[in-house]
C-alpha cells in the first residue's frame, strides 16, 4: 500500500518538473495578443522568403514550434528571443528538443541531433536559419551565420 501511494506521489513530482509552466505560458500567450495574428503564408512572406528561407522550413517551424511551446505562432516575431521574449525552456515540454530532431528527420530525412546547440541560437530567427540550414546543408556540420555565434568565447587561432 505505502508503495503503491510513494509511487503515486513520485509520478506526480516528475510530472510536475517535467511538464511546461502553464502560467508562463499563457503570459507570454498574452503579451503575444497584442500582435497581429498571420496565416502561415503570411508568415512565410512577411518574415522569411526575403531572408531564403524555405517555404517547408517556414511552414514546419509554424506547425511545429507552436505545437512543442503552446505558445500562438501566428504572432511570433523572427526577432523575439527565445529565453528572455519567449520563456521557451519553461513553456515547452522537458523533451521538446528530441521531438524537434526526431520531427525533422521525418519531415526531411536530416538527423540533426549532433549538430544542434541551443546556446548558439537566440532568436527565433537563429532557430529558423538554423532549421533552414540543416535541410539546404544536411552534411554542414558548422553553422554558416557567425553572429550568433556566443559573444563570450573567443576567436581559436
Do not use: A, C, E
Given at each position: 500500500?505505502?508503495?503503491r501511494l510513494k509511487n503515486f506521489l513520485?509520478?506526480?513530482w516528475t510530472y510536475n518538473a517535467l511538464r511546461p509552466d502553464f502560467r508562463v505560458r499563457r503570459?507570454?500567450?498574452r503579451s503575444l495578443s497584442d500582435r497581429p495574428a498571420l496565416s502561415q503564408d503570411e508568415w512565410f512572406e512577411a518574415h522569411y522568403k526575403a531572408q531564403g528561407v524555405t517555404y517547408a522550413i517556414a511552414l514546419f517551424a509554424y506547425q511545429h514550434l507552436g505545437q512543442y511551446s503552446g505558445l500562438d505562432l501566428s504572432r511570433v516575431l523572427p526577432s523575439d528571443r527565445l529565453e528572455e521574449d519567449l520563456q521557451w525552456t519553461e513553456v515547452c515540454w522537458?523533451?521538446?528538443e528530441q521531438s524537434l530532431c526526431e520531427d525533422f528527420h521525418g519531415c526531411f530525412g536530416v538527423d540533426m541531433g549532433d549538430r544542434l546547440d541551443f546556446s548558439c541560437l537566440s532568436t527565433v530567427q537563429d532557430l529558423v536559419d538554423f532549421l533552414n540550414q540543416q535541410?539546404?546543408?544536411p552534411?554542414?556540420?558548422e553553422l554558416d551565420f557567425p553572429e550568433i555565434l556566443s559573444l563570450n568565447s573567443e576567436p581559436e587561432f
Open positions: 500500500m505505502w508503495h513520485s509520478s506526480l503570459r507570454v500567450n522537458f523533451d521538446w535541410k539546404i546543408n552534411d554542414s556540420g
